[in-house]
């Protein structure tokens, strides 16, 4: 029997990147997952890879009632809810003089009101299952870098609400955890890795003295979600080779 048999996870931003390969990883793992994202053709791919155990439905975390809709939709297509991940993000790594309210309306839409909507939309079935939430954060919130204000405001602040749903979810025997990766290897991150400069002041800054991969962050998130943290809740795991110590 494998680890997570029978359990229905739904992972936003699970067509590439971090969210791939989380949904992989628990699908190896036995369990049904459904992946969310805004690229049909994307999520049609990586579904097909999962079989019977996947499912996609295509949306933007950022949009109100986009939410409550994933959770029915999952519920309607596995019948029930036991383990969210909220992946998806975007990023403004530039000046905050660059940046328009417009952008920083959609990075926080997309970073802590999403997925705000889909911890409260997911909480009575995760109540009936006893299950766990983790959110994706990033080691940026640990550390002070110029040109990231919003970003890592956004994160900071889905850090926080991770503490006090923890709070707040726990007498209902449900887990909120975070995990926080370093920079990895994504199409998200592609700009910054090719830029040598900024790729040399990291790997230096790294104790590991490189930079991360998908499935390391997925493994990471699997141990969260496991009956091995049955007891841990409201942390946030660094999952970035010891940057921002």
């Known amino acids: 029997m494998k680890e997570f048999d029978n359990k229905v996870v739904l ?10 390969a989380i949904a992989s990883e628990f699908v190896a793992a036995g369990a049904r997952v459904v992946i969310v994202g805004r690229r049909k053709d994307v999520l049609v791919q990586t579904s097909s890879e999962f079989g019977s155990s996947g499912a ?36 403004s790594l530039c000046p905050l003089a660059d940046v328009s309210d417009d952008e920083i309306s959609q990075i926080f839409r997309t970073n802590v009101m999403g997925p705000m909507s889909l911890c409260r939309e997911a909480f009575p079935f995760l ?26 405001s956004s994160k ?11 709070a707040e979810f726990g007498p209902s025997g449900v887990r909120v955890n975070a995990v926080a990766p370093g920079l990895t290897v994504t ?19 790294t104790p590991m003295g490189r930079i991360g991969e998908p499935a390391e962050i997925a493994s ?11 007891w841990v809740t409201g942390q946030i795991l660094q999952a970035g080779g010891g940057i921002m110590l």
């Open 127 to 152: 109540k009936k299952s006893q299950g766990s939430i983790i959110n994706i954060s990033t080691t940026m919130t640990k550390g002070v870098v110029p040109g990231s204000a919003v970003y890592s």
């Open 56 to 91: 996609y439905i295509t949306g933007d975390i950022s949009k109100s009632g986009e939410a409550k809709k994933f959770v029915s939709e999952t519920i309607e297509t596995f019948g029930s809810l036991d383990i969210l991940i909220n992946n998806a993000g975007t990023a």
């Open 220 to 230: 990471a998130v699997l141990m969260m979600s496991s009956m091995k943290a049955a």
């Open 11 to 20: 992972v936003t931003g699970g067509g590439t990147g971090i969210g791939k």
């Open 156 to 166: 900071a602040a889905l850090d926080h609400m991770t503490r006090i749903l923890a």
């Open 187 to 205: 199409d998200m991150t592609k700009e910054a890795r090719n830029d040598d400069e900024m790729m040399n002041m990291i790997i230096s800054q």
